[in-house]
């Protein structure tokens, strides 16, 4: 028996990959649902991969937006433009409700609303309840418990920045090419990102700002309000743009920017195997935390159904990351 901490991105694909192929798994989620506030970007990869495991591929892009192009501008009068690797744009409520509904096709057993408050790293066995466990894989996020007690010494970071995701009003025209993703870069004392998608369905933007990290209570969902003058001052060479998307948002997600350092961390070792955010959590800047929270959850469960040692996998996972860091 398999048990899976955490019902994000991670936990649910393995979950339901495993429970496609009839392997025994039980998932504990504490929320009783999971969504969230930001949007993300998926490459193909990360698509080919989602559909390898058994998400139907036609519910990931109904879901989702295709990406023509990026477009760099740091600063702006230095524009450079590339192709995508296949990238899409998803909210993260979508993505999530595509792989739920996948793991619940499966008969994937989920149990949301259950909260884990510890656990015995050399046991495996979970509190409340004492329930033991032969292998449990920790997909419990970048706060996990699992790597509380594993390597109480690896804990998450401040990364530098603040992180604030927002979708503009239906109908948002900015004065920039659609289905594009336009990224505007500050470069000073306290560096800045602009960047934002648009097409006639959405119109989403971010900014990451240089600064000491906010309190805890003026995280998630807020007024936009409050940091109007911190983007227009930290980014004074796209005033309309600005104005444009400012102009049309009410409400924007914020969160402090935190990393989980990977480069000494501790050999994986059973019972508890980490995934995903829990063992190496990266800033947003890399753009890659979804795609390798899915890698994880994918190779862990090719090792199970082939009787592969997961430890071996997660090591490997970890020399594919730290090689991607350089």
Request: charged fraction near 20%.
């Amino acid at each position: 028996m398999v048990t899976i901490l955490g019902g994000g991105i991670a936990g649910t694909v393995l979950a339901g990959g495993l429970a496609r192929a009839g392997y025994p798994a039980v998932g504990y989620e504490r929320r009783p649902n999971v969504r969230g506030g930001a949007f993300l970007f998926l490459d193909a990869h990360t698509h080919r991969t989602l559909v390898d495991l058994g998400v139907p591929g036609d519910q990931l892009d109904a879901a989702s937006y295709r990406v023509d192009g990026i477009r760099v501008g740091a600063p702006a009068s230095e524009v450079r433009e590339s192709a995508t690797a296949g990238h899409r744009l998803y909210h993260r409520t979508d993505l999530m409700r595509v792989l739920t509904e996948f793991a619940w096709a499966a008969g994937a057993d989920i149990r949301y609303g259950t909260a884990i408050s510890d656990l015995d790293p050399d046991s495996g066995v979970l509190y409340p309840g004492g329930t033991a466990t032969d292998l449990l894989i920790a997909a419990d996020g970048i706060d996990s418990i699992a790597r509380t007690r594993l390597e109480p010494e690896r804990v998450a970071e401040y990364a530098g920045q603040v992180v604030l995701y927002a979708t503009a009003a239906p109908g948002t025209r900015p004065n920039t090419t659609p289905s594009v993703l336009h990224f505007h870069r500050h470069g000073s004392d306290t560096p800045a990102t602009f960047g934002h998608f648009w097409n006639e369905s959405v119109a989403v933007w971010f900014v990451r700002l240089t600064r000491a990290p906010i309190e805890v209570g003026y995280t998630g969902f807020h007024p936009l309000a409050r940091w109007i003058e911190p983007i227009r001052t930290a980014l004074p060479e796209i005033p309309y743009l600005l104005d444009t998307l400012l102009d049309h948002t009410a409400m924007v997600h914020v969160s402090n920017a935190r990393s989980v350092p990977l480069a000494k961390a501790r050999p994986p070792r059973l019972p508890v195997i980490l995934c995903g955010d829990a063992d190496h959590a990266l800033s947003p800047a890399s753009g890659v935390g979804a795609r390798n929270a899915i890698d994880d959850a994918a190779a862990l469960c090719h090792a199970l159904l082939d009787g592969t040692d997961p430890v071996d996998t997660m090591a490997r996972r970890r020399a594919e990351i730290l090689a991607q860091l350089g």
